[in-house]
């Protein structure tokens, strides 16, 4: 079975610095990655997928991913955090064939002036 | 194009009462989700459907029931509702492996 592990629950972040957020995988076959966003009372928006080819994955608002292997991991990150990217974070696993989706318990990403 | 909506947006409901979710979907999708959202959980798959007239469970899937009779529409059902479904319900289309997202009905249950 097919399961998602966000390490870090919470990451509070100055405005304007890095951000990076971990994801961990376990799947047998190789893998569809998402991950997604969800604004406070809002639904899960896409930033950005991995389904095969190139292993560094651009998104939307300026988020990237890179889909390791070896490590069974896809972290997400963004060079220059603003404000608006205070939310949670949602990793998620599929493949080709399995109609669902495994996702992982989420990361909720707080901004400080 | 409205995507993925959901009816209603919140819902306060006492133990044992019913009701059903609706989710509408306008991109001719074939493959439609129900999940739950708890805290600290992420999002847990209650009940999906891969097209018109099925329905198959997911990994939550005990105290609720869903219909699928038309292709955008997929129902979600609280027979006798229960405390421990307090939560908010997220419903999804899916395309090319792909899911898309409602806004979620946010449902307590005293």
């Given at each position: 079975?097919?399961?998602?592990?966000?390490?870090?629950?919470?990451?509070?972040?100055?405005e304007g610095a890095s951000l990076e957020l971990r994801c961990n995988y376990s799947y047998g076959a190789t893998p569809y990655l998402f991950w997604y966003v969800q604004s406070p009372g809002q639904g899960l928006q896409l930033l950005l997928k991995y389904f095969s080819g190139d292993t560094l994955v651009q998104g939307i608002k300026g988020f990237e991913?890179?889909?390791?292997r070896?490590?069974?991991?896809f972290n997400l990150r963004k060079p220059s955090v603003h404000w608006s990217d205070a939310a949670e974070y949602f990793c998620a696993v599929g493949a080709h064939g399995d109609y669902k989706l495994s996702f992982g318990a989420g990361t909720t990403v707080t901004v400080r002036a | 194009?409205?995507?993925?909506?959901?009816?209603?947006?919140?819902?306060?409901?006492?133990?044992?009462?019913?009701?059903?979710?609706?989710?509408?979907?306008?991109?001719?999708?074939?493959?439609?989700?129900?999940?739950?959202?708890?805290?600290?959980?992420?999002?847990?798959?209650i009940h999906y459907s891969v097209g018109e007239g099925?329905?198959?469970?997911?990994?939550?899937?005990?105290?609720?029931?869903?219909?699928?009779?038309?292709?955008?529409?997929?129902?979600?059902?609280?027979?006798?509702?229960?405390?421990?479904?307090?939560?908010?319900?997220?419903?999804?289309?899916?395309?090319?492996?792909?899911?898309?997202?409602?806004?979620?009905?946010?449902?307590t249950v005293l």
């Open positions: 079975a097919q399961s998602v592990t966000q390490p870090d629950i919470h990451i509070t972040v100055s991913a890179e889909f390791k070896s490590q069974s991991s | 194009n409205a995507g993925v909506t959901q009816t209603p947006k919140f819902r306060v409901l006492k133990t044992g009462q019913s009701m059903t979710l609706l989710c509408a979907q306008d991109m001719n999708h074939e493959y439609m989700y129900w999940y739950r959202q708890d805290p600290g959980m992420g999002l847990r798959l099925t329905t198959a469970k997911g990994e939550v899937p005990d105290g609720y029931n869903v219909s699928r009779l038309k292709k955008q529409n997929f129902l979600l059902g609280l027979e006798s509702a229960a405390p421990s479904q307090t939560s908010v319900y997220f419903c999804a289309s899916r395309t090319g492996g792909e899911q898309f997202f409602g806004p979620g009905t946010r449902l």
